[in-house]
């Protein structure tokens, strides 16, 4: 079974603070992503990497960074954390960039709160 | 645009009882629509997938309908448990990605069955 894990599953940060959310899969998948899930609007897409040191903006980039140095690890970085970031955070994995394979593994979340 | 939108918000219904849930989604081109099952505080877990030829796809007590031509899709809850209370989220998948399996999300209906 796809394992895909998240470093915290409850977070609390102060207004400015840098937060460092961690990805981790154990099935060599090459993509990985960053999702924010936010009542009344559903999951998007923030940023996703299709291959190690690569990255692309998602839809609501803006206020986040990624990294991704290792093809099992993809972090999700904020710069200075904001109230308005105050969210459930989903990472996901799937196995290649083919549509037909294109399912997504999602991790047990993050619930970030921003003070 | 590409948009999918899912049809109740939400729902109560009695353990034993049947419910349909609709996602009727406006992306192009389509490569597949799946049925995620997010238990609440956890990630998406996929349920079904059905490609542009399928027209109806089942698991266990979940079967997933899918009209291409109308593109509208459902997904039909038999029997249902106590354990079937979550979020169900339709997401579509268009093909020829260029930047790589980014996928449109539908809002979700949150179902809660009552004993």
């Known amino acids: 079974d796809v394992k895909v894990t998240q470093s915290s599953r409850y977070l609390v940060k102060r207004t400015g603070e840098k937060v460092f959310l961690e990805c981790v899969q154990d099935?060599?998948?090459?993509?990985m992503f960053w999702y924010r899930q936010d009542p009344g609007l559903g999951l998007r897409l923030i940023y996703f990497?299709?291959?190690?040191?690569?990255?692309e903006k998602g839809d609501i980039p803006e206020g986040y960074s990624v990294s991704r140095e290792k093809k099992e690890r993809f972090s999700l970085i904020l710069e200075s954390a904001s109230t308005n970031q105050t969210s459930m955070y989903l990472c996901?994995?799937?196995?290649?960039?083919?549509?037909?394979?294109?399912?997504?593994?999602f991790g047990p979340g993050t619930r970030l709160t921003v003070l | 645009k590409n948009q999918v939108e899912q049809s109740p918000q939400s729902l109560i219904i009695l353990e034993g009882k049947n419910c349909t849930l609709q996602?009727?989604?406006?992306?192009?081109?389509?490569?597949?629509l799946r049925w995620y099952k997010q238990d609440t505080g956890r990630g998406p877990v996929s349920l079904t997938i059905?490609?542009?030829?399928?027209n109806t796809k089942s698991n266990g007590r979940y079967t997933a309908t899918l009209d291409a031509d109308t593109k509208q899709s459902s997904l039909h809850i038999t029997a249902s448990q106590l354990s079937d209370s979550a979020s169900y989220i339709c997401?579509?998948?268009?093909?020829?990605?260029?930047?790589?399996?980014?996928?449109?999300f539908g809002g979700g209906t949150r179902v809660l069955v009552k004993p």
């Open positions: 997401v579509v998948s268009g093909s020829l990605e260029a930047a790589g399996n980014k996928l449109t």
């Open positions: 996602c009727n989604y406006t992306v192009s081109p389509f490569s597949n």
């Open positions: 099935m060599d998948h090459e993509n």
């Open positions: 990497s299709y291959d190690v040191k690569m990255k």
């Open positions: 996901a994995s799937s196995l290649t960039r083919l549509a037909s394979y294109n399912e997504q593994f």
């Open positions: 059905m490609t542009f030829s399928e």
